[in-house]
């Protein structure tokens, strides 16, 4: 399809991870972002780490040339990420104090989300703040944020980016929810008691992200999911997609059935999510086989490149990419 016909088409908007050196260098891959996507996230640029080589530095060309990008093609851009554990670079070790960490983490955000006010219509503030095993009593993750600051961080990166951009939506992004797994069930509850709690004490808050790395051998728990989001939606919160992919370290490597089970794994993950409520975006966390992060955490045994994602490495349409032209 192009551009114009996905545009008609959808009535949510789709988008992809971008990995914005690439645009100027690879032409089909710029050509199938603009033709499928009417939004873009960078898949780096805006992360500590690329952000911030320094403590006095901010280094703004990446997200700069994929706004402008975004810009020219008629996509919205969502920005990833304000605080997370992930991505930091080595200077900020450094900061000592709570005080200190306040303050840089205002400094930041200010910085940041105040150069594209207005430009930037959601912004995942919070990636990843749920601790991968709740159950063992700290439901925060450890970040140097959480160490210094405890879980206020959430609130005070919340207050700060609606202070700096009062129109953007605000997203709490997080994994590991959809699986029918005691693991899954605790993180769920834990997130929800989170958003309970911002949403108690008025902190700004507009959504929650469910990033969708599924793994493509475990069921997804529909009931469970389907409940969570209708529990969301419940404390006046949208949901989106934001980082869908199906990780097929396992799957069969005949890449004809493959490709059916890594569609047919997102699509029971997309009908538990309408099931409840339509989700306000969805985005896959990359667009073709050719350039995804599942390799580095879940390459296959045999060797074959992994599948994960809605185009082929010649950026041809899989049937994933038919199941998200679906909903
Ligand atoms: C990943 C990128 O895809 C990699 O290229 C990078 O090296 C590490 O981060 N959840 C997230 C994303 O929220 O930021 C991660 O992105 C993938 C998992």
């Given at each position: 399809?192009?551009?114009?016909a996905?545009?008609?088409?959808?009535?949510?908007?789709?988008?992809?991870?971008?990995?914005?050196?690439?645009?100027?260098?690879?032409?089909?891959y710029?050509?199938?972002?603009?033709?499928?996507?009417?939004?873009?996230?960078?898949?780096?640029g805006l992360?500590?780490?690329?952000?911030?080589?320094?403590?006095?530095q901010?280094v703004?060309d990446?997200?700069?040339?994929?706004?402008?990008?975004?810009?020219?093609?008629?996509?919205?851009?969502?920005?990833?990420?304000l605080?997370?554990?992930?991505?930091?670079?080595?200077?900020?070790?450094?900061?000592?104090?709570?005080?200190?960490?306040?303050?840089?983490?205002?400094h930041?955000?200010?910085?940041?989300?105040?150069?594209?006010q207005?430009?930037?219509?959601?912004?995942?503030?919070?990636?990843?703040?749920?601790?991968?095993?709740?159950?063992?009593?700290?439901?925060?993750?450890?970040?140097?944020w959480?160490?210094?600051?405890g879980?206020?961080?959430?609130?005070?990166?919340?207050r700060?980016?609606?202070?700096?951009?009062?129109?953007?939506?605000?997203?709490?992004?997080?994994?590991?929810?959809?699986?029918?797994t005691?693991?899954?069930?605790?993180?769920?509850?834990?997130?929800?008691?989170?958003?309970?709690?911002?949403?108690?004490?008025?902190?700004?808050?507009?959504?929650v992200?469910?990033?969708?790395?599924?793994?493509?051998?475990?069921?997804?728990?529909?009931?469970?999911?389907?409940?969570?989001?209708?529990?969301?939606?419940?404390?006046?919160?949208?949901?989106?997609?934001?980082e869908?992919?199906?990780?097929?370290?396992?799957?069969?490597?005949?890449?004809?059935?493959?490709?059916?089970?890594?569609?047919?794994?997102?699509?029971?993950?997309?009908?538990?999510i309408?099931?409840?409520?339509?989700?306000?975006?969805?985005?896959?966390?990359?667009?073709?086989?050719?350039?995804t992060w599942?390799?580095?955490?879940?390459?296959?045994?045999?060797?074959?490149?992994?599948?994960?994602?809605?185009?082929?490495?010649?950026?041809?349409?899989k049937?994933?990419?038919?199941?998200?032209?679906?909903?």
């Amino acid at each position: 399809p192009t551009a114009k016909a996905a545009d008609a088409r959808r009535s949510i908007p789709y988008g992809s991870a971008v990995r914005t050196d690439l645009l100027v260098t690879e032409f089909d891959y710029r050509a199938a972002i603009v033709d499928y996507c009417q939004l873009v996230v960078g898949e780096g640029g805006l992360k500590w780490f690329d952000l911030r080589p320094s403590q006095d530095q901010f280094v703004f060309d990446q997200p700069d040339r994929l706004i402008a990008f975004a810009d020219q093609n008629g996509m919205k851009m969502r920005g990833h990420t304000l605080a997370w554990y992930g991505a930091m670079p080595e200077w900020t070790q450094t900061i000592g104090s709570a005080a200190a960490a306040e303050r840089e983490l205002v400094h930041h955000i200010t910085t940041v989300v105040g150069r594209y006010q207005g430009r930037i219509p959601s912004w995942d503030v919070v990636n990843e703040a749920i601790a991968d095993h709740p159950e063992s009593g700290a439901t925060i993750r450890g970040s140097i944020w959480q160490e210094r600051l405890g879980k206020r961080y959430i609130e005070l990166a919340l207050r700060t980016a609606a202070e700096v951009d009062p129109s953007a939506q605000l997203v709490i992004n997080d994994y590991n929810i959809e699986n029918p797994t005691q693991q899954c069930s605790d993180r769920r509850q834990a997130l929800l008691d989170l958003l309970r709690d911002l949403k108690d004490r008025d902190v700004p808050l507009h959504a929650v992200g469910i990033q969708g790395h599924l793994p493509g051998d475990m069921d997804i728990d529909r009931d469970g999911l389907s409940k969570f989001v209708e529990t969301v939606k419940e404390m006046q919160l949208d949901v989106l997609v934001t980082e869908l992919d199906v990780i097929d370290n396992k799957l069969p490597a005949f890449e004809y059935d493959r490709d059916q089970l890594v569609a047919a794994r997102a699509r029971e993950f997309l009908e538990a999510i309408f099931d409840a409520a339509q989700p306000s975006a969805i985005l896959t966390w990359g667009i073709t086989d050719r350039y995804t992060w599942v390799p580095m955490w879940f390459k296959r045994d045999d060797g074959k490149p992994n599948r994960p994602l809605p185009l082929d490495a010649g950026c041809r349409p899989k049937a994933l990419m038919k199941v998200i032209e679906e909903f």
